[in-house]
T-cell receptor, first 110, second 116 residues
Framework: GQNIDQPTEMTATEGAIVQINCTYQ??????LFWYQQHAGEAPTFLSY????GLEEKGRFSSFLSRSKGYSYLLLKELQMKDSASYLC???????????FGKGTMLLVSP | GAVVSQHPSRVICKSGTSVKIECRSL??????MFWYRQFPKQSLMLMAT?????????EQGVEKDKFLINHASLTLSTLTVTSAHPEDSSFYIC????????????FGPGTRLLVL
């Protein structure tokens, strides 16, 4: 089975840095995705980690520890448009399906 | 690249009718497409996995006779909600993956279904 745990809500101010944590328990783990989803819209791809460590991509970075079943998404220089839900999704082997948690709703204020 | 479209974006139908939703990969060939459903403030729930030219694999609890999936080509998958009921009202989202070894799924914009 799958068990994904991430905070329900987070708030931060413009220009700040925020870290969204995700812990997971899954069988047949391949890698871990982070997606961004604005209200009423479909998710958009942010990052995919297979190996342990930090991967940086512009203002967004993602970290993975396979042994700990832990990942985080780091958002720097926050902008108002970053207000969205951030979904942590482990990928399973076989059909490589994704399992989504409920996501972390991030609210960026001025 | 990796653009996925869905049509229609929004549909309202009467209870008991059937609704077809199309999912297209516009600039790549999708060997695998996925159909998700999302209720308000809930997580995306995978309904089924569809591989081109073969029968879809449905997740537990999803009725295959009610949610008909066809993946007849490498760029098109359809989901037909048969005999729709108000409880089927939801946000239906498809995603597509280019090759079996490539993990990333790209999502369509979603279809909001309202059954009266």
């Amino acid at each position: 089975g799958q068990n994904i745990d991430q905070p329900t809500e987070m708030t931060a101010t413009e220009g700040a840095i925020v870290q969204i944590n995700c812990t997971y328990q899954t069988s047949g783990f391949n890698g871990l995705f982070w997606y961004q989803q604005h209200a009423g819209e479909a998710p958009t791809f942010l990052s995919y980690n297979v190996l342990d460590g930090l991967e940086e991509k512009g203002r967004f970075s993602s970290f993975l520890s396979r042994s700990k079943g832990y990942s985080y998404l780091l958002l720097k220089e926050l902008q108002m448009k970053d207000s969205a839900s951030y979904l942590c999704a482990p990928s399973n082997s076989g059909y490589s399906t994704l399992t989504f948690g409920k996501g972390t709703m991030l609210l960026v204020s001025p | 690249g990796a653009v996925v479209s869905q049509h229609p974006s929004r549909v309202i139908c009467k209870s008991g009718t059937s609704v077809k939703i199309e999912c297209r990969s516009l600039d790549f060939q999708a060997t695998t497409m996925f159909w998700y459903r999302q209720f308000p403030k809930q997580s995306l729930m995978l309904m089924a996995t569809s591989n081109e030219g073969s029968k879809a694999t449905y997740e537990q609890g999803v009725e295959k006779d009610k949610f008909l999936i066809n993946h007849a080509s490498l760029t098109l998958s359809t989901l037909t909600v048969t005999s729709a009921h108000p409880e089927d009202s939801s946000f239906y989202i498809c995603s597509a993956r280019e090759r079996a070894l490539q993990e990333t799924q790209y999502f369509g914009p979603g279809t909001r279904l309202l059954v009266l």
